[in-house]
């Protein structure tokens, strides 16, 4: 069955630090891969999408994700964080043909000034 | 832009109450989705529905059913609340083909049952 695993539960990173969110998933074909953020009292918004080709994908809010299919990793990187980045992430694997995602459990990220 | 909107922020019910939960998405969308999201469990998936009237169910439908009379809304009910169903619940709602993975989120409706 597909799952994904996020392993940090909850992460403290400084302001204007790089960050790493770890993803990885358990899936039998060629996986669809989402990163999605939800900020303290609001829903979930998509970070970024992995379907196919270049394994680097650009999300917004200046995220990028890298596709190791060799890891069954997708994690989340971006250089520099700033106070507003603090928010939970979700990873999330899609479903086959039923347009169904699987999410991860989340990871809490809190950002020191 | 995407809009998304659920019935209620904060809802408070006692135990054996009906409650409903209403979803509206403003972008003709073929799917919606009821989560729920509970510390440490991330989003588990109720039910969900492809199309007016049609529904499937999800990972943890027990204890509540669902309606989609129109293609905008979806309606989720707890026939008889309990308190183990206080929790975030969250609609979604995607166009129909590979693109149906990008959801798009309601604010959410926090349930307290006592």
């Known amino acids: 069955a597909q799952s994904v695993t996020q392993p940090d539960i909850h992460i403290t990173v400084s302001e204007g630090a790089s960050l790493e969110l770890r993803c990885n998933y358990s899936?039998?074909?060629?996986?669809?891969l989402f990163w999605y953020v939800q900020s303290p009292g609001q829903g979930l918004q998509l970070l970024l999408k992995?379907?196919?080709?270049?394994?680097l994908v650009q999300g917004i809010k200046g995220f990028e994700a890298e596709f190791k299919r060799s890891q069954s990793s997708f994690n989340l990187r971006k250089p520099s964080v700033h106070w507003s980045d603090a928010a939970e992430y979700f990873c999330?694997?899609?479903?086959?043909?039923?347009?169904?995602?699987?999410f991860g459990t989340g990871t809490l990220l809190a950002v020191q000034p | 832009d995407v809009k998304v909107t659920q019935s209620s922020r904060y809802l408070v019910k006692r135990t054996g109450e009906k409650v409903f939960l209403e979803c509206v998405q403003d972008?003709?969308?073929?799917?919606m989705f009821w989560y729920r999201q509970d510390p440490g469990l991330g989003l588990r998936l109720i039910y969900f529905s492809y199309d007016v009237k049609m529904k499937e169910k999800g990972d943890i439908p027990e204890g509540y059913s669902v309606s989609r009379e129109k293609k905008e809304r979806f309606s989720l009910i707890l026939e008889s609340a309990s308190t183990n169903q206080t929790s975030m619940y969250l609609c979604?709602?995607?166009?129909?083909?590979?693109?149906?993975?990008?959801?798009?989120f309601g604010p959410g409706t926090r349930l307290t049952v006592t």
């Open positions: 999330a694997v899609g479903d086959g043909a039923t347009n169904k995602l699987i």
């Open positions: 972008m003709d969308h073929e799917n």
């Open positions: 992995y379907f196919s080709g270049d394994t």
């Open positions: 899936y039998g074909a060629t996986p669809y």
């Open positions: 979604a709602s995607s166009p129909w083909g590979r693109r149906g993975y990008e959801q798009y």
